[in-house]
């Protein structure tokens, strides 16, 4: 099935730092999600967008939504060790009765040297 | 707190042995997803539920089933599990309105080893 691509697959930073993230599709979407999934859990939704161009924050989370609608970057500042875990981007596509799919992206593994 | 419970979190069974995985929730919502994600890979769909309608994805094997009993809970059964079903299995739950957030709740999961 699609998937989205997402970049890069593994990141090792040092705490402190800044880390940037994004996602790249063929196809339109007009929600792009992005979710962090810690080791034994299951994924949890940091950031919704849903208009072209949109930025959006939450915390030291910051997510775009790409004017296309092909594309999002997740930027995470002054990274902590508590942001280890498995980032995944995910394009949302309604369905008729109004449930959802998800095409993911392939995640990306952040690793942090204290 | 609202949120999407799954129990057992962790489940052993036996190669050819059935197993059933439970999930509940609290948000009222209209819409229960099950996936299944294996080791470092995205969850991958397995089928869903609105309201008491079944939606099946066209690869997921006959050997998975589901019911939905009421709004709050699902379940998924594996009727022969094979080694190749170990993976984590997710629940979510989404609304079919407009209200914001738009996306999907995912509850811990279960992990299920086969032996």
């Known amino acids: 099935g699609q998937q989205l691509n997402q970049s890069p697959q593994s990141m090792f930073i040092q705490e402190g730092e800044d880390v940037s993230m994004n996602c790249t599709s063929s196809s339109i979407f007009n929600t792009w999600l992005w979710y962090k999934q810690d080791p034994g859990e299951g994924p949890v939704l940091l950031i919704a967008?849903?208009?072209?161009?949109e930025l959006t924050s939450n915390g030291r989370l910051t997510a775009q939504f790409g004017i296309t609608r092909k594309d999002s970057f997740l930027n995470i500042s002054a990274s902590i060790p508590s942001d280890v875990g498995i980032y995944f981007c995910?394009?949302?596509?309604?369905?008729?009765?109004?449930?959802?799919?998800?095409?993911f992206g392939q995640g990306t593994r952040l690793t942090i040297n204290p | 707190d609202a949120m999407v419970i799954q129990n057992p979190r962790y489940q052993v069974t036996q190669f050819g042995k059935p197993v059933t995985l439970s999930c509940s929730q609290t948000?009222?919502?209209?819409?229960m997803y099950w996936y299944q994600q294996k080791s470092s890979q995205a969850p991958k769909l397995l089928f869903h539920y609105y309201d008491k309608d079944f939606n099946n994805e066209a690869d997921t094997p006959d050997n998975f089933q589901s019911r939905r009993p009421n709004t709050s809970f699902c379940f998924l059964d594996i009727r022969s599990p094979g080694l190749g079903d170990a993976a984590m299995y997710l629940c979510?739950?989404?609304?079919?309105?407009?209200?914001?957030?738009?996306?999907?709740?995912f509850g811990p999961g279960t992990r299920l080893t086969v032996l």
């Open positions: 948000l009222n919502h209209n819409v």
């Open positions: 967008l849903y208009k072209a161009g």
């Open positions: 979510a739950t989404s609304s079919s309105g407009s209200t914001l957030p738009r996306g999907q709740f």
């Open positions: 995910a394009g949302l596509r309604s369905l008729i009765q109004g449930a959802q799919k998800l095409v």
